[in-house]
């Protein structure tokens, strides 16, 4: 069984800066996607970034050039620095780990909250 563990989340100020971490543990295979998507109240989940076990990276638009995603394959983690936040960044963000093994394979975190507001 994959668990992800998110970490990083809270409050911060308009165009201020948070880091997120999250950490996988129990089985998994490579190549792998991991990455990072958002969930606003009344709104469905979106894509933010993702990261291949390869290090090809993905963005949404409206977060390309403002945020930054990474993984470290020799710890199972990836991170994400998110710059100069807006008060649209608002939502919990939740932790994603892809693969294929014959069947495909889709794991959660628990999700963590990012508030952006002075």
């Known amino acids: 069984q994959v668990q992800l563990v998110e970490s990083g989340g809270g409050l911060v100020q308009p165009g201020g800066s948070l880091r997120l971490s999250c950490a996988a543990s129990?089985?998994?295979?490579?190549?792998?996607?991991m990455g990072w998507y958002r969930q606003a109240p009344g709104a469905q989940r979106e894509l933010v970034a993702t990261?291949?076990?390869?290090?090809?990276?993905n963005y949404a638009d409206s977060v390309k050039g403002r945020f930054t995603i990474s993984r470290d394959n020799a710890k199972n983690t990836v991170s994400r620095q998110m710059n100069s936040l807006k008060s649209e960044d608002t939502a919990v963000y939740y932790c994603?780990?892809?693969?294929?093994?014959?069947?495909?394979?889709?794991?959660w975190g628990q999700g963590t909250q990012v508030t952006v507001s002075s």
């Open positions: 129990g089985s998994f295979f490579r190549p792998n996607v």
């Open positions: 994603n780990l892809q693969f294929r093994v014959g069947s495909a394979y889709n794991y």
């Open positions: 990261v291949t076990s390869d290090s090809t990276t």
